[in-house]
């Protein structure tokens, strides 16, 4: 019966996402743990990206041609998207086989793990947020109205993160070498994309940015803390992956959900 | 209201990388482990539970007795929750609690008194739920005012005596044990002991799995006989709990 395995496959979502009482806790034990006795705690992490920015930014804006002062405030911004969407990405892959000990122990609804992992990167997100208010505060633009849809944006990429943690957990869960493979990949992808460079210097062939979905998913909060105005392209494209995902993601779900724990 | 009931219950793990055919028949009917048989796809399977099928009612104290591999482990975990059956049904009513792994997801890093509350939503308890319990737990575990200190700083004793605390705590109607409880130095034990007693008196249903049948016949009034994930035997003990004897020897002493 498809249809009860669907079902079970949405109530696996619908509990593990109202289990307040579990996955914040998670997550933010995770980042604790990580930094428990060391004094700054999380934000060496935003120190390391700072340390980036601070010395990428003059040589690469003479590279690319940039205006100093502007290139600081773009390389800030979209490193630290970076830094959360590739932790995105690369932490689906080990979403269930980092909780094989939970999986196969105790009845919890699948998804607790998944949100436990976005959590965790959003909690990170917001330390190196640190970094683009600094950034913002130096070398400026004002910020317009526009910034109210840099919230909207997070949420959407979480949003993704979540459908991203399902499908890549579940399938490097069954297959061991996904991970490495998904690695590589977004070491490739941190050049494709544009990160370093704006995509403008693409001129006539900007087309090689938009077809890639992680430029829409940095666009839609790059832009408003840039002071530009949003791209209803960017909007639409990352709208349409994560109906596209979570289509993707509930078949393969549904099918395969009560296979996890015997994978892991 | 509790009730269990299990109707042709298969479980099969895959086994990836296994090498093939001869393997498979070398191991074909080892003395220890599950069936290994092929399923559809021609991957070889540890078929762990096979076709197992019974009834638990309120009042039932069973105790799961088989060789190691015999599935006595996996049926539990499929009562549970964890495992859901490759084929066959299986029907829970009332909550379950697992006393399987009782330290399961325990943080070093953070207090004892984070602890608490990570073991309790692990549990399936709510905040509210297991707030209350806490002072309860603090003095029962002895920890005093370590309760406010990582968890690493802690003995292993100390550790083990937090975790059976917030084990214990649960009210359940269903209680799943892989072999029975046992924490500490001589004084502890036996306040952990009466503790769990306790907390079994109020459960409706329990299911010890535990290779010591002394153990069992004093604290079960079912046993379910386990090999290569069949049901071999299901006895009821009272009466007859002495012609059982016999059958199988004692394996060690009680721990």
Redesign the interface.
Known sequence: MPSAKLWLALQDLWAGTRAIHVWPMLGWLEVKQRYRRSTIGPFWLTLSTAAMVAGMGPLYSKLFGQPVSGYFTYLAVSLVLWTFVSALVNEACTTFINAEGYIKQVRLPLTVHVLRVVWKNLIILGHNAVIVVVALFFFGPGLDWHVVLVPLGVLLIAVNGVWLGILLGLVCARFRDIPQIVASLMQVAMFLTPVFWPAEMLGRNRWAAEVNPLFHFLEIVRRPLLGQSPDALSWAAALAVTAGGYLVTLAFFQRYRARIAYWV | MARIRAHGLVV???IYGASGRSLKNAVMRAATGGLLAKDASERIVVRALNGVSFELREGDRVGLVGHNGSGKTTLL?VL?????PVAGTIEIEGR?A?M??IS??M?P??TGH?NI??RA????M??HEIAPLIEEIREFSELGDYIHM?LRTYSSGMAMRLAFAISTCVTADIILMDEWLSVGDAGFAKKAQERLARVLDRAKIMVLASHNEELIRDNCNRVIRLDHGEIIAVEDLGAQAAALRPMMPVPAAAT
């Open positions: 099969e793990f895959p975990r549970a929750g964890a495992y859901e379950v697992s399987l792994s399961l997801g943080d890093e953070a984070e509350f990570l939503a692990i549990m399936g709510r905040p990582p």
